[in-house]
T-cell receptor, first 112, second 118 residues
């Protein structure tokens, strides 16, 4: 199946700074790349997603970029706030479009 | 947005017994449901994909006889952990989709179930 790698595993930033999380995937046929935010013991929440026909998507302080040639995509959070602290997961759909594979997660801490 | 409900949220069972976890899509028909397992501070590991009316497709390394998945209707999938052992203790979470993800359908997660085997 798809292999999704995510870096860094932990990230600490000062409040107001930007945070960037990167993911790479192995299946060139993958065409859907969501990002989820998960607080401990709770369900992942979709925060933004991007499809293969788009290179960049932005929603207020959150943006995602996709480079299909290099098979990597990144999450950008600007003007970080303490409530942004959580674990973030990237994911990619399989070539059949019917399975999801998650990255290893990034624990983000925003220091007030 | 669409709602996926998972029950129970927490369960404690004795070693050797079986426990069933339910995943329901409350306001949409889920043609596909996914089951994940998550250890503390780790990622979501896909266990199996189930399509309504079909046998589940298990990921490599997941014992299908131990983790029984049934997707009998478009709104309900169940995961039964048979002959549970302490190493099965984990956070299990389901997700559901109205159709093929690659075709533009988003997946929605249940609340997750904490299983503790004593």
């Amino acid at each position: 199946g798809e292999n999704v790698e995510q870096h860094p595993s932990t990230l600490s930033v000062q409040e107001g700074d930007s945070a960037v999380i990167k993911c790479t995937y192995s299946d060139s046929a993958s065409n859907y790349f969501p990002w989820y935010k998960q607080e401990l013991g709770k369900r992942p929440q979709l925060i933004i997603d991007i499809r293969s026909n788009v290179g960049e998507k932005k929603d207020q302080r959150i943006a995602v970029t996709l480079n299909k040639t290099a098979k990597h995509f990144s999450l950008h959070i600007t003007e970080t706030q303490p409530e942004d602290s959580a674990v973030y997961f990237c994911a990619a759909s399989s070539n059949t479009g019917n399975q999801f594979y998650f990255g290893t997660g990034t624990s983000l801490t925003v220091i007030p | 947005g669409a709602v996926v409900s998972q029950h129970p949220s927490r369960v404690i069972c004795k070693s050797g017994t079986s426990v069933k976890i339910e995943c329901r899509s409350l306001d949409f028909q889920a043609t596909t449901m996914f089951w994940y397992r998550q250890f503390p501070k780790q990622s979501l590991m896909l266990m199996a994909t189930s399509n309504e009316g079909s046998k589940a497709t298990y990921e490599q390394g997941v014992e299908k006889d131990k983790f029984l998945i049934n997707h009998a209707s478009l709104t309900l999938s169940t995961l039964t952990v048979t002959s549970a052992h302490p190493e099965d203790s984990s956070f299990y979470i389901c997700s559901a989709s109205m159709g093929a993800v690659g075709s533009g359908n988003t997946i929605y997660f249940g609340e997750g179930s904490w299983l503790t085997v004593v």
